[in-house]
């Protein structure tokens, strides 16, 4: 059969057989169009198909499926390319399109505004608005992953997602200008990799670093570098208050709810700002129950500062315990600052020491006036707030933490 013209066009539906080595394309009105990838045959249906011998392409038209191995990808308009042996290389959708792959009981589900697959070894790049929804833990439910550009390698079992992230599971949110998802073999998502700056929530606790890495089987959560988060607590009145951690290392286990913060720890609770190399979390019935900081913490309100090698808060009560080794500095009292204003400031007494088993705060064990007392003598004024009246307290131990 000869055909003089470099392309040919079709209004109808068409089949293309690539023949198996390579001897040329044939022509036939048939429902749809047949390639083949290696020995795994492609089927292409259009309303309208255009071939270029000239440059191995050929472009569809309108209502486009392309089948292939269980995956599906639908559109208005693609091209495939062919090789030198008549084999389909590359599909490529340059309109909005839809991609869906099979795996036994699972499915990815993927969009985009252009999507660029390899036939020869299954990889995609899906450009522009990219939402896939892919398989994660059944009690969890699928993940859904938006960004600007989606990068899969199939041998791998990676996708990356670059601009403009948002990873989201149920109440989980997480967002960051590129990820790295790790995928089973299934199809399904193992763990995702939030780089160059993360933002993640879920419920009420809010978290950012630098990466956090979150594993979907079992929902721990790992945060590396400049970490903070926001945890509920509540306040000496009972009344529900955020608490705020920082630290260079933080995990969450997901099934005690326990967070452990390493790496300068920074704690900000309410009216308490507490410091140490390690802080941990403890959970009692999904609320917030005790703070733990260990490693030589300190401990500090508008009272005092204490410093020793275990530093324990608890919420109801909200109080704090140190042991080990504790010392405390007692604060000036605020209130007479305005009074040492007018008449020059006398220099404070001399601290006393006085050993102790450990330094134990309550809101109620130690007021303003009671401090106040403590830094005077004989009716002598007190020093402006900023100046510290040091008491030392040196010990050796303490009792267990509240």
Same mark, same amino acid.
């Given at each position: 059969m000869?055909?003089?013209?470099?392309k040919?066009?079709?209004s109808?539906?068409v089949?293309?057989?690539a023949l198996?080595?390579?001897?040329?394309?044939?022509?036939?009105?048939?429902?749809?169009?047949?390639?083949?990838?290696?020995?795994?045959?492609?089927q292409?249906?259009?309303?309208?198909?255009?071939?270029?011998?000239?440059?191995?392409?050929?472009?569809? !038209? @309108?209502?486009?499926k392309?089948?292939? $191995?269980?995956?599906? *990808?639908?559109?208005?308009?693609a091209? &495939?390319?062919?090789? /030198?042996?008549?084999?389909?290389t590359?599909?490529?959708?340059?309109?909005?399109?839809?991609?869906?792959k099979k795996?036994?009981?699972?499915?990815?589900v993927?969009?985009?505004?252009?999507?660029n697959?390899?036939?020869q070894?299954?990889?995609?790049?899906?450009?522009?608005?990219?939402?896939t929804?892919?398989?994660?833990d059944?009690?969890?439910?699928?993940?859904?992953?938006?960004?600007?550009t989606?990068?899969?390698?199939?041998?791998?079992?990676?996708?990356?997602a670059?601009?403009?992230?948002?990873?989201k599971?149920?109440?989980?949110?997480?967002?960051?200008?590129?990820a790295?998802?790790f995928?089973?073999?299934?199809g399904?998502?193992?763990?995702v990799?939030?780089i160059?700056?993360?933002?993640?929530? !879920? @419920?009420?606790q809010?978290?950012?670093? $630098?990466?956090?890495? *979150?594993?979907?089987?079992?929902?721990d &959560?790992?945060?590396? /570098?400049?970490?903070?988060?926001?945890?509920?607590?509540?306040?000496?009145q009972?009344k529900?208050?955020?608490?705020?951690?920082?630290?260079?290392?933080?995990?969450?286990d997901k099934?005690?709810?326990?967070?452990?913060?390493?790496?300068?720890?920074?704690?900000?609770?309410?009216?308490y700002?507490?410091?140490?190399p390690?802080a941990?979390?403890?959970?009692?019935?999904?609320?917030?129950?005790?703070?733990?900081l260990?490693?030589r913490?300190?401990i500090?309100?508008?009272?005092?500062?204490?410093?020793?090698?275990?530093?324990?808060?608890?919420?109801n009560?909200?109080?704090?315990?140190?042991?080990?080794n504790?010392t405390?500095?007692?604060?000036?009292?605020?209130?007479?600052?305005?009074?040492?204003?007018? !008449?020059?400031a006398?220099?404070?007494s001399?601290?006393?020491s006085?050993?102790?088993s450990g330094?134990?705060?309550t809101?109620?064990?130690?007021?303003?006036?009671?401090?106040?007392s403590?830094?005077?003598?004989?009716?002598?004024?007190?020093?402006?707030?900023?100046?510290?009246?040091?008491?030392?307290?040196?010990?050796?131990g303490?009792?267990?933490?509240?």
């Open positions: 000869v055909l003089p013209k470099s040919w066009r079709c109808y539906q089949m293309i057989i198996a080595f390579g001897l040329g394309f044939v022509w036939m009105s048939l429902p749809q169009s047949q390639a083949t990838s290696n020995d795994t045959p492609i292409v249906s259009s309303t309208e198909q255009l071939y270029e011998p000239l440059d191995g392409r050929t472009s569809f !038209q @309108g209502n486009v392309v089948a292939l $191995e269980g995956t599906e *990808i639908t559109g208005q308009q091209n &495939i390319q062919m090789d /030198k042996d008549g084999k389909a590359s599909a490529v959708f340059n309109q909005r399109s839809r991609m869906v795996n036994g009981n699972q499915q990815t993927i969009q985009a505004d252009n999507m697959m390899g036939l070894d299954g990889s995609l790049q899906a450009q522009g608005k990219v939402v929804q892919m398989a994660g059944p009690k969890s439910g699928d993940v859904f992953i938006q960004s600007d989606q990068i899969f390698d199939q041998d791998k079992h990676l996708m990356r670059i601009g403009h992230v948002v990873v599971r149920q109440d989980l949110s997480v967002t960051s200008p590129e790295i998802v995928m089973a073999e299934s399904g998502v193992e763990k990799l939030f160059k700056g993360a933002n993640l929530s !879920q @419920g009420e809010q978290m950012s670093a $630098e990466s956090i890495t *979150i594993k979907l089987d079992s929902g &959560i790992f945060a590396e /570098k400049d970490t903070k988060s926001i945890v509920d607590g509540k306040d000496s009972g529900p208050t955020k608490v705020r951690v920082q630290s260079y290392l933080q995990e969450w099934d005690t709810g326990t967070l452990f913060a390493n790496g300068n720890a920074i704690v900000h609770y309410d009216d700002l507490a410091k140490g390690k941990v979390f403890y959970r009692i019935n999904n609320d917030l129950d005790h703070i733990v260990t490693g913490a300190q500090e309100d508008d009272e005092r500062k204490v410093t020793g090698d275990k530093v324990t808060i608890t919420v009560p909200r109080q704090f315990n140190a042991e080990g504790v405390t500095f007692i604060k000036a009292n605020k209130q007479n600052q305005a009074a040492s204003t007018s !008449q020059p006398t220099p404070p001399k601290a006393t006085q050993k102790t330094a134990k705060r809101p109620a064990n130690t007021s303003k006036s009671a401090v106040a403590q830094a005077t003598s004989g009716g002598t004024a007190v020093s402006p707030w900023d100046q510290e009246v040091m008491i030392e307290k040196a010990t050796q303490g009792g267990p933490s509240k």
